[in-house]
DNA sequence: AATGAATGAGCATTCATTCAT
DNA sequence: TATGAATGAATGCTCATTCAT
């Protein structure tokens, strides 16, 4: 009703990046649905209502940073790396995804959590992240297991613990603690775990363990 | 004469569980924040001012079921299963994680969720849930590494990725995509995974293999 | 979140109903679209989240004052007066209508504007209090011209006028100007002149009519 | 190259009918508070901004509409139309208004809505449009009672009824529902309606009446 | 002990209006 | 002259929490 003192006009393509920024960070802290749009206003230093000049719902806030810093620089990222042993492969993934994930922590932690609750948005990730691993996957182990490499394995399997592991190293790393090795230090061990498992290059039968200590942890 | 049976004055030990199952319930199905306290009464079949002559707040309710319901019944599971092959305890355990999470599967998914934005609750999982399996891996995986059946490796690490993997198969679920394996099988094959790798039993140096596809997807 | 200081109990079912008298008076000297919830819950000496303790939305109070004051007692009025010679038969119902209308002047007023752009109270008014009227003219005028007490007219138009007639007298008084009739002699007057209309007389005595049925409609 | 012609500086006298045109087709299709100044800018194809330039506030739209299109056109359409019959003075005028108020539907919706809780607004239309309807009719019926066509009868009673009817055949449309005659019949039903009544007929013929003066009221 | 009516701060979103460009 | 980005008060509605009964 009544519009008064608008304060400056800035960078038009800056703003939207701005409430971006504002949004993932306050998201990241505070997880989506506890955020609220007064408080993003205020961190991008706008009114209320230019959010919505940008953005037609909240709910896009959270979808398009996923698009513009999740989804689009994966696709810059597939590039040059083509032929390599397979720990190396491996492990430059490994390390690639756990520094984009630890860079995007709190904003991937969002999604995550939002995801769970929210169809929509498990099914975008699914769609637009998941789907294109499963088939990269396939390839990888497919093509091991044809030439030997590699056991007789499910390439979902393997996926999933992959993708389970950078979870757990990345995103969990609140309720599980921190890691004391570098990223790089994670990313080689965690390639070599993944190719070789624990077992120990020339196998010995193992005597008992116990293992209900096991069960208390996680 | 119909359902609506009148419930005044049940046991009033009985009344608290009550509270807890319906509000775990909708917690699971809807997330935290979405659920609201006349849900929760409803579902109990009270009225909504009783749940706050049992808990002081709505918060209180998450606190208090994973307190009863994750935790204490943990402490319960863990028993006999002395000694037994690595893959058979590993496989073991994994089933029988997997089949909680999967029964848990709705309020495990809160409490991650909750915990990434929730200090308190996050410490409290760490401290109750993942310190012991800490300490139990860390026996495991130092046992078999002194006496030589596994190579020489962080405890820590295969801790992570087997919680990971656990996620990933339990929780990530909806994002992830269902597996068409039987648990009982996941939990064999992920064993054999984790003790064994993806190397093939006689290793067969690999050649070149493109990793970029690797890249693009989770 | 918070939830302070609950004032104080009322009589249950008054609650409803002062909500209502609050709501109705002020969209009758505002409009439905100017008046806000905040308003009413003042006016109602509540506090605005009571008001959808009652109603479910800010447009139900609109239904159900319809509902509640227009259309029930409409049917109460459906009553005695059986038969009776045309020109009081009119002069009744036109005196009742107005009177009803004069009463309710402010929230008709409301009903008519909003019905214009919301095609769903508008369907209801059609349905609840025009049909009925509809049909019952249709009786009283197709029973006049069957016996020659009146000329051969489509009683659509008859019932057209007359409730713009009444329009025009109790709704847009405020554009009209007032009256300086009484009520009840703008009735009798209204009623000589939809039946014989402006010319000079050439009166026929009426047989007796029964009323009722047109009381129940507009 | 395609429909959007960038319709920069248009003729200055233009652009202020091209936003009235706009609005009003837009206050008629949604009413006046649920259009935006933003659709309304839009329609005109100018920015939102532009129509401050032209007019002080969104309710001077209104105001300005009234004035220009509906006031002064009515003016211009008072003419001719001498001496006729009743019937025909009467068929002739209702027709014109049917007409009129049949083309300007929508903008007649509004604004008898907006008057009935814009006293302002209310006031003008009775000023500019009613006021000269009384004086009209009162001449008219008043020389039909002098010379002993008529009854006597308070004029002021028959201008209500004959704008009511019209207002309940053209505005009320929506409510009453669609009425099967062309404008045409109804025109003429209406007239027999208003002099002869419900009863059958006594016809006597009528001396000439000058109709037009009736036309420039309401 | 249990109720559920009542609260009111808080939410996402809208929109007439302003003014730097 | 025209723009449209920016404003921010205001809106309808929600919901955890309180407390008289």
Redesign the pocket.
């Known amino acids: ?12 393509e800056t ?1 939207r990046e701005e409430i971006l920024q504002a949004a993932s960070r306050l998201f990241g802290e505070q997880g989506y ?9 205020q961190a991008a ?16 806030l959270l979808f398009a940073f996923l698009e513009s810093s999740v989804i689009e620089p994966l696709n810059a990222i597939i590039s040059g790396m083509t032929g390599a042993p397979d720990e190396e492969v491996f492990a430059t993934v490994i390390l690639n995804r756990l520094d984009l994930w630890h860079e995007r922590h709190e904003f991937v932690k969002v999604n995550i959590a939002e995801a769970f609750f929210n169809p929509q948005l498990a099914a975008l990730i699914h769609e637009k992240l998941f789907r294109g691993g499963t088939r990269a996957m396939e390839q990888f182990v497919r093509g091991g297991i044809a030439d030997g490499r590699f056991r007789d394995i499910d390439p979902g399997l393997v996926l999933r613990a992959v993708v389970g592991a950078l979870f757990a190293f990345s995103i969990l790393r609140d309720i599980t603690g921190p890691d004391p090795h570098t990223r790089e230090e994670q990313a080689r061990e965690l390639a070599r775990f993944f190719l070789h498992g624990l077992r120990a290059p020339q196998p010995v039968e193992p005597p008992v363990t116990p293992l209900l200590p096991l069960a208390l942890l996680w």
């Open positions: 009703m009544d519009g008064t003192t608008p304060k400056r006009r800035r960078a038009p703003r649905e506890r955020t609220t749009t007064k408080q993003i206003a230093g706008i009114a209320e209502g230019t959010i919505y000049k940008y953005f037609a719902s909240k709910q896009e």
